[in-house]
């Protein structure tokens, strides 16, 4: 096993060098620049700014000078957030988005395989199609919907929760509630598909000739094998909502890496664009890699090489 | 009710409510079985072989229920028994081998584990004696370095192995009845071999009665004493395993015998199918059920069930061909009418 997490860390290193590659020119392919606001600048001003950030220079050559400070660990300044280094804005930001998306993903895992276990046991009963409309509902809502409804009632209207900020435990109940929704009304689709796949196979037959009861063969031998798909798409879920939502952490006004990732592209903060998008890369590689090696735990045909 | 039979099977209807309508799966199916005896079950896919064993057991699909009739095994009422109660007979008094041991086996737990489930659930062993009993059962069922396998997971075994951990598994605790789906169909044919010599030794040290459901006539005959032929949830024909094989007195147990391929014939002999399809449960009909791919089909076949014709007890066919007497009767009202 450990040489195949060798193996997949070189590939992932390789991938994480193509990511940075193609956005670096892509990035600088599209017209515009850092110092393109609103505000007219002088050709002199803006000549000075582009030589102090090493714009000046041919594209080759910048990209030279960027992959050389990203194999240090230096992923440059922020242009528009003077004083602030790329890995200082991540090393802030990030922790404040994994908090949010992590307890979202641990909200989504602990009702999403419940609920589908249950409809999937339940299949053709009231409950199984309860179950079934609320999680394609729950899917089908944008989370910028579910989260203002959910402001104004629970804190314009009834006053019981704070709008904004992570400054108290209860704050963080609407940002997880809106960022848990999708993932868990998916996670319960997921698990009600592959549990009845697995409530149909021979050894569930097998488990319950042995006079196992329904609710122990359902946790003890049905659950295990039908998991798998979750873990599957927990891996990138991992990825997507620990690094952050620009929706719900512009709506709860949270200082989370998604809201610094979106800024960024559109000031043209081109250093934060390059380090916001290296970290993601890397990130779900490395949550890919983890998936992996989950895998071997649950199923034991599994092997890595 | 009579307690010398192990399984007493009385005019059991059993029936599944799909959303298409009622698929009467089991019609006035009545089995005797005595302690320690074998019987074969034999018929085609959907005779109800299979539903009717599964039912000694209590072992229905969530959509099935008996209608009519009873069931004792062991001296239980099956049908009247709450699924608790099934629960600890399952496993302990009865137990069974399921067709393809590739898929019958949990693909995440261990050997051992899965063996050992069944042990701790109907008896008080615990730790070392469980796994104790886990390696006499592999080494019974002539599994090399129990210690090893005990370890192992289901895809670390070959298909005959595999299906010698289900019968370990099936005998954990010593059932009275054990109840043989289909055992080797999904074998090679030299592991079959091997698998039903084991099943009798077992049979022979144990002292179990077996049910051995299939449709490999050459199967039952070298291994059991009775032999029921079920077409359309019907036995059409039951008797001793010589009668059936050398007086077959229904033209589907005689259709059956004629497609067995024989060692002693030409080569160029061809075998005889039995023509047709089986009959729609959803809407059996009024006649014998099997008179639509009958080669001596009459005309009261299709109108009236033929009832029981006893020869040599116990051995019974329902066939019309069977009851002159009462041929001519109907015939004679035929005419009439």
Request: hydrophobic share 45%; glycine share 8%.
């Given at each position: ?5 060798v ?11 193509v ?11 599209v017209?515009g620049?850092?110092?393109?606001s609103?505000k ?13 950030y ?6 080759f ?7 050389g400070?990203?194999?240090h660990?230096d992923?440059?300044s ?6 602030y280094?790329?890995n ?10 994994a908090?949010?998306g ?7 895992f602990?009702?999403?395989v419940?609920?589908g276990s249950i409809a999937a046991?339940k ?11 609320f ?5 089908a ?5 579910s989260s203002t409804?959910?402001m104004?009632f629970?804190?314009?209207k ?6 904004l900020?992570?400054?108290s ?7 997880v ?6 993932p ?6 997921l698990?009600r ?10 050894y569930m037959r ?7 009861s329904?609710v122990?063969s ?11 798909p979750v ?5 990138p879920?991992m990825?997507s909502?620990?690094?952050g939502s620009f929706i719900?952490?512009?709506?709860f006004t949270?200082?989370?890496?998604g ?8 000031s ?7 380090g ?10 490395i ?7 989950v895998y ?6 599994i092997?890595?090489? | ?13 059993l029936?599944f409510?799909?959303p ?10 009545t ?5 320690g ?11 109800g ?6 039912s000694?057991m209590?072992?229905t699909?969530?959509?099935?229920r ?19 109660e099934?629960?600890?007979?399952r496993g ?5 081998i399921f067709q393809?041991?590739m898929t019958?086996?949990?693909?995440v737990?261990t050997i051992g584990?899965?063996?050992g ?5 109907h008896t008080?062993k615990?730790?070392?004696e ?10 019974l ?10 370890r ?6 070959s ?6 951990v ?6 954990a ?12 169909t ?5 592991i079959?071999a ?12 144990l002292?179990?009665?077996?049910i ?10 070298s291994m ?12 059409v024909?039951?008797?001793?395993t010589?009668d059936?094989?050398y007086n077959?007195?229904?033209e589907?147990t005689k ?8 060692f002693?014939?030409?080569?160029y002999e061809?075998l005889?199918?039995i023509?047709?399809?089986p ?8 006649g014998?059920p ?6 001596s ?8 069930k033929?009832?029981k014709?006893v020869f040599d007890e116990?051995h019974?066919a329902?066939?019309w061909l ?7 009767e109907s ?7």
């Open positions: 096993m450990s040489k195949y997490i193996k997949r860390i070189i590939f992932g290193l390789a991938t994480a060098f990511v940075a590659t193609l956005t670096f020119f892509i990035m600088n392919l017209p620049g850092p110092f393109l609103e007219a600048i002088t050709p002199q001003a803006q000549a000075a700014l582009e030589a102090k090493g714009m000046d220079k041919p594209l050559e910048q990209y030279l000078t960027y992959m400070d990203l194999l660990g992923l440059g922020s242009v528009k957030k003077r004083g280094t790329v200082r804005i991540i090393a802030e930001r990030f922790p404040v988005s908090r949010i992590g307890l979202a993903i641990v909200v989504a602990c009702i999403g419940p609920l046991y299949r053709g009963k009231i409950l199984d199609n309860i179950i079934i409309v999680s394609t509902a729950g899917i809502i944008p989370s910028f919907l409804l959910m104004y629970l804190s314009t009834w006053k019981l929760l704070p709008s900020g992570l400054n435990p209860a704050s963080y109940i609407m940002p509630a809106a960022l848990a929704l999708y868990t009304c998916y996670i319960a689709r698990m598909s592959s549990m009845l796949d697995v409530i149909g196979q021979d097998t488990a319950r000739a042995k006079g196992v329904t122990s359902i946790f003890k031998h049905a659950l295990r094998n039908a998991i798998l873990v599957t798409y927990l891996g879920l990825a909502l620990m690094t719900i952490e512009k709506i949270i200082p989370g890496l809201h610094e990732f979106v800024t960024a592209i559109t043209r903060d081109y250093p934060l664009i390059m916001t998008t290296i970290f993601l890369a890397t990130f779900l590689i949550m890919n890699v983890v998936v992996d090696i071997v735990f649950v199923d034991p045909r092997k890595l090489r | 009710m009579n307690d010398e039979y192990l399984v007493d099977i009385q005019h059991e209807r029936s409510f799909t298409a309508g009622e698929v009467k799966a089991l019609n006035d199916v089995i005797q079985m005595k302690a005896e074998v019987l074969g079950i034999v018929g085609e896919s959907g005779s072989k299979s539903v009717t064993a599964y000694i209590g072992l699909a969530d959509n099935g008996i209608v009519g009739g009873t069931v004792t095994f062991n001296g239980h009422r099956i049908d009247q028994m709450p699924e608790t099934l629960r600890k007979i302990k008094e009865v137990s069974i393809d041991p019958s086996l949990n693909p737990y584990n899965q063996i489930e069944a042990i701790k659930l008080d615990t730790g070392d469980v796994t104790e009993r886990i390696k006499e059962l592999l080494r069922v002539g599994i090399n370095e129990p210690e090893k396998r005990i192992q997971y289901p895809h670390e075994l298909g005959g192995m595999r299906q010698r289900v019968i370990a598994m099936a005998l605790c010593e059932p009275k009845l054990l109840i043989a789906d289909e055992p080797t999904a074998l090679d044919v030299t079959q091997q698998i039903l010599e084991l099943m009798q030794d077992l049979q022979k040290q002292g179990m009665g077996i051995m459901i299939t449709h490999d006539l050459g199967v039952v005959a059991c004493d009775h032999i029921a032929v079920m077409y359309a949830g019907e036995i024909e039951y008797g001793r010589d059936i094989f077959p007195r229904h589907y259709g059956l015998i004629r497609s067995i391929p024989k002693y014939e030409q080569e061809r005889i199918p023509e047709g399809q009959v729609d449960l959803l809407n059996p009909p009024a014998c099997f008179a639509p791919r009958c080669d089909c009459m005309k009261i076949c299709l109108k009236q033929p009832d014709s116990p019974y329902r066939c069977n009851d002159k007497e009462l041929f001519e015939t004679k009202g035929s005419t009439n009418e």
